[in-house]
């Protein structure tokens, strides 16, 4: 299974980007999808989760009430819609695969990563 994220860019505080990850090779769409991120000289981190039929989320308290992750498992694709961005969400953004169809918001849940998309946000 490869991932593949994309969207990422310069933002200014405040405004919006949308985060894509298309899955390609032995998918499956019975599976949990979820996003990370890493910023400069941190641990990677948790930011949402998404069980297999779309309709269990979960969110890192930084996020809730900000970004939305959503999926269309027709088009084996999940998204990360940001809003209100801050300086503090820069980050190389990482979209996973789980390893079951649950949500999880435990990073050894996963089993496949893509390659990270580049989100920073500064006036």
């Known amino acids: 299974v490869q991932l593949q994220a994309s969207g990422g860019g310069l933002v200014h505080p405040g405004g919006s980007l949308r985060l894509s990850c298309v899955a390609s090779g032995r998918t499956s769409t019975n599976n949990g999808m979820g996003w990370f991120r890493q910023a400069p000289g941190k641990e990677r981190e948790f930011v949402a989760t998404?069980?297999?039929?779309?309709?269990?989320?979960f969110y890192a308290d930084s996020v809730k009430g900000r970004f939305t992750i959503s999926r269309n498992s027709a088009k084996n694709m999940v998204y990360l819609q940001m809003n209100s961005l801050k300086p503090e969400d820069t980050a190389v953004y990482y979209c996973a695969q789980g390893r079951s169809s649950s949500a999880s918001t435990d990073r050894a849940r996963y089993q496949y990563w893509g390659q990270g998309t580049l989100v920073t946000v500064s006036s």
């Open positions: 998404i069980g297999w039929r779309g309709g269990t989320t």
